[in-house]
Every structure is written in structure tokens, then in C-alpha cells.
């Protein structure tokens, strides 16, 4: 069964600041890893996803992540924060085949300090 | 193109009433999942339907249940409210067939449900 850790509930930065937000994954096949963000009173909105084409994803609004297998990471950077970043983000997992059952992280929550 | 949309946004219920939730996907996808969030567990898969058929369950008692319509379009019921299932629930769809496992999901903004 697969997994998915988000070390960090609450990350604060500085506007301008680099961001960094962390996912580790256990799987026993290699996985589909997602990024998806929550702005409050909505729903999820993919960010970006790996899926074995590249290690480095880039997505939208400036965020990207790259895949490690070796340390069975998926982290979100963007190099500079901006208000409008503030939000919950959730890393998720899926695997290709069999039983199909997304799983998410726990999120968390980016705060943007002006 | 119109995103997925969930009806109604907020619901009020007492415990022991039963309540449907309803959800629009975007038009050409097939697959609709439906997931619970709350500040505790965080963000649960419950089930999810591709061609009117229930493919996958998460790991929630039978009072939760779903179905899809040959449009695509698909409802959750959820009998004999208790307390805990105060929660937001949101739909998602996507595109390809769900066992490839790399199709991103589309969510819809959720429906706030309170049991008092």
C-alpha cells in the first residue's frame, strides 16, 4: 500500500522568499505523484504531476518538483513567494493499475508574511 | 469549458436524517470520485465511479453510497447522519480511465455538511 508524508503542517515565508514544501512517498511500485493546492472555501486544483516522462516537473504559477527515487521524495519549490501563494497544499500518490485508491497527504498550510 | 460542480454548497442536517449530494463533472469525463476532508483525517477517498460502475471503495461504513447517471453525472447518499460525518465532501473527475492512475484529478468546490 502506498503512502504519502507532508513534513510540516504550517511553513510561514517571507514574500520574495524561496518555497519549499516537503513530500516523502512509500511505494511499492513506482508511483504517480501529484501536487495539488487548496485556496480557502474551494476545491483542489492540480498544481503539477510526475509521471515518469522527467524528474523535474514544472507547473503552474511558478512551481515545480522534482522526483527522487533514491530518497522516495516529491518537494514543491517556487523560487519566490508571492501573497497569492498562501493556501493548503496537498501532495498525493497513485498507482498505476489494480486498485486505484488516490492517496493524499495531510497538507499543508503556506503562509505569506508581507 | 465548466468545471466540475457540486450541489448544494452548504447543508445543515440532524442526526439519524439522510442527505444527497450531487455532482456535475466536467463534460467528456468519465470517471467521478468522491473524497471526505476533514481537519482529522484530512482528505479520505470514499468511492469512485466510471461508466455508472463503482470501481474502487475506500475503507467508510455502507451508510455511504453513491451512483452514477449514463451522463456522467453522479450523487453520494449518506444514511443515519452522525455526528463525525460533519465534513466537507468533494467531487473530483477525470479524463482517462481511472486504473491508468496518472489522470489528474478535477475538483469541484465541495459541499459543507454540519450534523448537529
Given at each position: 500500500?502506498?503512502?504519502?508524508?507532508?513534513?510540516?503542517?504550517?511553513?510561514?515565508?517571507?514574500?520574495?522568499?524561496?518555497?519549499?514544501?516537503?513530500?516523502?512517498?512509500?511505494?511499492?511500485?513506482?508511483?504517480?505523484?501529484?501536487?495539488?493546492?487548496?485556496?480557502?472555501?474551494?476545491?483542489?486544483q492540480?498544481?503539477?504531476?510526475?509521471?515518469?516522462?522527467?524528474?523535474?516537473?514544472?507547473?503552474?504559477?511558478?512551481?515545480?518538483?522534482?522526483?527522487?527515487?533514491?530518497?522516495?521524495?516529491?518537494?514543491?519549490?517556487?523560487?519566490?513567494?508571492?501573497?497569492?501563494?498562501?493556501?493548503?497544499?496537498?501532495?498525493?500518490?497513485?498507482?498505476?493499475?489494480?486498485?486505484?485508491?488516490?492517496?493524499?497527504?495531510?497538507?499543508?498550510?503556506?503562509?505569506?508574511h508581507? | 469549458?465548466?468545471?466540475?460542480?457540486?450541489?448544494?454548497?452548504?447543508?445543515?442536517?440532524?442526526?439519524?436524517?439522510?442527505?444527497?449530494l450531487?455532482?456535475?463533472?466536467?463534460?467528456g469525463?468519465?470517471?467521478?470520485?468522491?473524497?471526505?476532508?476533514?481537519?482529522?483525517?484530512g482528505?479520505?477517498?470514499?468511492?469512485?465511479y466510471?461508466?455508472?460502475?463503482?470501481?474502487?471503495?475506500?475503507?467508510?461504513?455502507?451508510?455511504?453510497?453513491?451512483?452514477?447517471?449514463?451522463?456522467?453525472?453522479?450523487?453520494?447518499?449518506?444514511?443515519?447522519?452522525?455526528?463525525g460525518?460533519?465534513?466537507?465532501y468533494?467531487?473530483?473527475?477525470?479524463?482517462?480511465?481511472?486504473?491508468?492512475?496518472?489522470?489528474?484529478?478535477?475538483?469541484?468546490?465541495?459541499?459543507?455538511?454540519?450534523?448537529?
Amino acid at each position: 500500500a502506498q503512502s504519502v508524508t507532508q513534513l510540516g503542517s504550517h511553513v510561514s515565508v517571507s514574500e520574495g522568499a524561496l518555497v519549499l514544501l516537503r513530500c516523502n512517498y512509500s511505494s511499492s511500485v513506482p508511483p504517480y505523484l501529484f501536487w495539488y493546492v487548496q485556496y480557502p472555501n474551494q476545491g483542489l486544483q492540480l498544481l503539477l504531476k510526475y509521471t515518469s516522462a522527467a524528474t523535474l516537473v514544472k507547473g503552474i504559477n511558478g512551481f515545480e518538483a522534482e522526483f527522487k527515487k533514491s530518497e522516495t521524495s516529491f518537494h514543491l519549490t517556487k523560487p519566490s513567494a508571492h501573497m497569492s501563494d498562501a493556501a493548503e497544499y496537498f501532495c498525493a500518490v497513485t498507482l498505476s493499475g489494480g486498485s486505484y485508491i488516490p492517496t493524499f497527504g495531510r497538507g499543508t498550510s503556506l503562509i505569506v508574511h508581507p | 469549458k465548466a468545471g466540475v460542480t457540486q450541489t448544494p454548497r452548504y447543508l445543515i442536517k440532524t442526526r439519524g436524517q439522510q442527505v444527497t449530494l450531487s455532482c456535475s463533472p466536467i463534460s467528456g469525463h468519465r470517471s467521478v470520485s468522491w473524497y471526505q476532508q476533514t481537519p482529522g483525517q484530512g482528505l479520505q477517498f470514499l468511492f469512485e465511479y466510471f461508466s455508472e460502475t463503482q470501481r474502487n471503495k475506500g475503507n467508510f461504513p455502507g451508510r455511504f453510497s453513491g451512483r452514477q447517471f449514463s451522463n456522467s453525472r453522479s450523487e453520494m447518499n449518506v444514511s443515519t447522519l452522525e455526528l463525525g460525518d460533519s465534513a466537507l465532501y468533494l467531487c473530483a473527475s477525470s479524463l482517462g480511465a481511472v486504473r491508468s492512475g496518472n489522470s489528474p484529478l478535477h475538483f469541484g468546490n465541495g459541499t459543507r455538511l454540519t450534523v448537529t
